[in-house]
């Protein structure tokens, strides 16, 4: 009877220790997230100048090596993707439909795909993306990390306002109404974000 009951109470303590574990590894990973959002990122001085944004070669769907160096003095939405990264896959809706709510506004989106020519220009064709594609392969993730992805994550999505400061990065999937409350970032001067 007393091993019975040992044993009973080793398995109970056994799964409260692995809830407890669950509890707080989803706790610590629900905050790292969190800081990862909230963060309001003037990253001191960081700037798409500085990240190297406006010289980096990127090819685009027609095969064709380009630079961003065009889109400079613009409010810029830069999405760093993946056609193998389902996150970024569930939120590219949410980029078609800003892009037609935004550009009136003058905020142009720009998606570089960290992947191969040939996975990209399939889904640029499935989800109907209407906004400028830029193929980098893995080496997009350099850039990434220089605009402030230290993690080297996929969905990572970068504000860059008007005159090159970036504003705001978000690592992981931005939902349509997150992505509206953060456009308003790019409109604000630097002292007055939240």
Not at 88 to 107: H, R
Not at 149 to 161: H, K, R, S
Request: charged share 25%.
């Amino acid at each position: 009877m007393y091993t019975f009951i040992k044993t009973r109470l080793f398995r109970k303590r056994s799964r409260l220790f692995w809830l407890g574990m669950a509890v707080l590894l989803s706790a610590a990973t629900y905050g790292f997230y969190r800081y990862q959002e909230s963060q309001n990122l003037d990253q001191a001085g960081l700037t798409a100048e500085r990240a190297g944004l406006w010289e980096a070669e990127l090819t685009d769907l027609e095969g064709e090596q380009r630079t961003l160096a065009k889109y400079e003095g613009q409010a810029l939405v830069i999405n760093f993707w993946g056609s193998w990264c389902e996150p970024c896959l569930q939120e590219i809706p949410a980029f078609v439909a800003a892009q037609k709510k935004y550009k009136s506004k003058k905020i142009q989106f720009i998606g570089i795909a960290v992947d191969s020519a040939v996975n990209v220009i399939e889904f640029t064709r499935i989800f109907r993306m209407n906004y400028p594609i830029y193929i980098a392969g893995f080496e997009g993730t350099q850039l990434a990390r220089d605009l402030g992805n230290a993690q080297g994550g996929l969905p990572f999505t970068v504000l860059i306002d008007a005159e090159g400061n970036v504003r705001r990065t978000i690592l992981g999937k931005v939902t349509a109404e997150k992505l509206d409350a953060e456009l308003t970032l790019l409109s604000e001067p630097i002292g007055e974000t939240t």
